[in-house]
């Protein structure tokens, strides 16, 4: 068991009210959350918050870990230009071995961030299972097919196989996008999700080419037209859905599917501003992930929580466009809960020890006015002083607690840079 | 004399390429930067930069640092309410003792986040000229008079008072604003400026209303109305601009102005994206400020620069809208230069030694194939590992080094926020 006291608790559970006490765990899972009582069992740690925040750790709904290869590659040119010469041909010569050491590298990363569950669609999942499973950190694979409903097969293979392969890993049926892939692709991953009774999650209207061409195609939007062919009878969501128009949200609103928005990526591929401001006031369900690092370049939920604030005060001349703490939920509750990762979205007992101590006497947390507003408008995650997954604590002060040092992780990858790169 | 070596190094004198050696300091000042030589002098301090990031100090060429204490007292509110109904009323009960407090609380935050002078407009500046001075940090201010052509004598006596108060400390000449004063104020700056040879500064099309209001009263924008009565004879700039048009920005590149622009405060506040692409090619000087921490709210040029380049890219609908390294330039060279400083605008001998060290070796900067494009699109303030301003060492990994520890700086404001917002 380790005890957290003298702390400022944010359970998440219901609103942002801040209360003061303690919170303990017993192996994976938090144990009590409450005043310190008369009589306190033994501890086998016992960690004094110094009246900083306990808070439910980050989840990342939305990402490519292991493109922390090609970061900075090509930055300043168009998105079609990037994607067809400076991504996919150096994707190509990726190795599983790749996958795994560009993995580490992201979840070093993550866990300074304060992020302790990646929703991930990539190459070589055993590589990732294994990087992430090492680490500590969770891993919710999202299926990224594309093609044609011969690919469903493959889809269903990966599902079967990892659903299961371990208490940090799980996987959820997707495929990549509405335009990488046919409708015997979307109809044969509907019949899937049906006879698994399962969510599914896709790339959606993240350009506007992307969302325009889909509507000459199928008469629809995406959101729409696959709605249309039951792919979201059992739920799911989509990620940017920049393009978004009323009906969409409603089609999301309805099914109580998870709109996974991702504003940095966004703002630098300048794909556009996604109606965050129109959901909130919807109540279509928000989230939010980083997209992978060569698309951002940041792996750091405190810079998407900002920038989903002020660009929808942008967005509509409106300094009051959305609550700053409505981001906080989107980045935690609202990503764990995209991912299906209902055990550890808030503080509770009896829920997964997935929480972060964040620093309320740094300078730029102070004064502390409103916490839950400087968390998203002045907080960093250089505030991010412990991340625990599971119980167990894998950033603390600064110093990785993960069984590999940074320094082995990052030779691993500059080995590999050369050759991917050259 | 201070010695690093095994550095990379980015004097941005000239463009952002990157050589690999040592640079020494004398004093204040840069004494040498080139290859390790065969006889080495001896050094009262060798430092090894283990391949990490030499550069120049941000400098930050618009704030109100005393402002802190406003941090996230109210969020998400529209521009006038929070102005008129949280601001202004407890800005009237500030004391010089407070300002004092609160600038020690802002300066824990510049030099955290790698900057080591300031571009003031506040009250007090006895106070801020004591706290800035005592920690070691640059300060310049910028008059702030309001009012009618009876404020300029106050502006001359503090132009008098503190052009050569201090080898930290320095004084442009400046106003508040158009719209906060009258015609016969504006015409005395100007009166002020020519007589003594000075550049002056205001805050600048900001808004919309204050733009257009300024067409309606004076037939001409701001910058084409203050040009017309001489007040930027001997240059200046004017911040935020973000109203501009392209006869605007004729006016700043003819005269050789500099546009100080304040991406953060502009998003929050929400008033608008102001026109750095079009800067850029037009070749106007350009410069980045955070403003106040209460319209920001971090003070940290890593967002500043990072806001800058994407915004430009959203705006223009355009991934390669403006380069990355663009707004390198403008938070270091740039700020520098628009507020005076250019005794310490870039690393090279015979230069004040304000420079910072950068890890490079942080996951967030790996890999490391564009360096300046990775200090803009992923570097963030906690990669600052060193900040120095004349020659001498204020923060160091984590610590300050500034005669005073941050608790006390925190338990001093502390006390003062109860009194001021209760």
Redesign the interface.
Known sequence: MIRFYNAKIMTMDGGTQITEGELWTDGALISYIGETPAELPVFEREIDVHGNLLMPSFKNAHTHSAM??L???A?????QT?LFEKVFPYEDRLTPEDVYAFDR??I??YL?SGMTAAFDMYFFPESSAAAFTECGMRLVFCGSINGTAADVDRLNDQFQKFRHYHPLVNYRLGFHAEYTSDESLHRGVAALAQAEHEPVYTHISETKKEHEECIARHGASPAQYFESIGLWEYGGGGFHGVWFDEKDRAVYQRNGLWFVSCP?SN????S??APLKECFAEGVNLALGTDG?AS?????MF?EM??GA??Q??R?????????AEMLRAATVGSARAMGLTDCDVLAPGKQADLIVVDL????M??????P??LV??G???NVRMTMCAGKILYLN?EYLIGVS?EEI?RD??AR?VRL?D
Chains 1, 2 share one sequence.
């Open positions: 922390s290869f970061r900075s590659f930055e300043d040119v168009p998105l990037w590298l992201s070093l990363e300074a940095c703002a630098k591929l300048a556009g501003i690092p951002n370049n940041a792996l750091d810079r900002y920038l002020v660009l005060k942008l509509h001349n409106d300094a009051a466009a959305i609550p700053a006497h740094a300078a730029n102070q004064p502390a006015h409103h916490i507003e400087s408008l002045s960093d995650r250089m600064g940074p990052l990858t500059q840079i790169t």
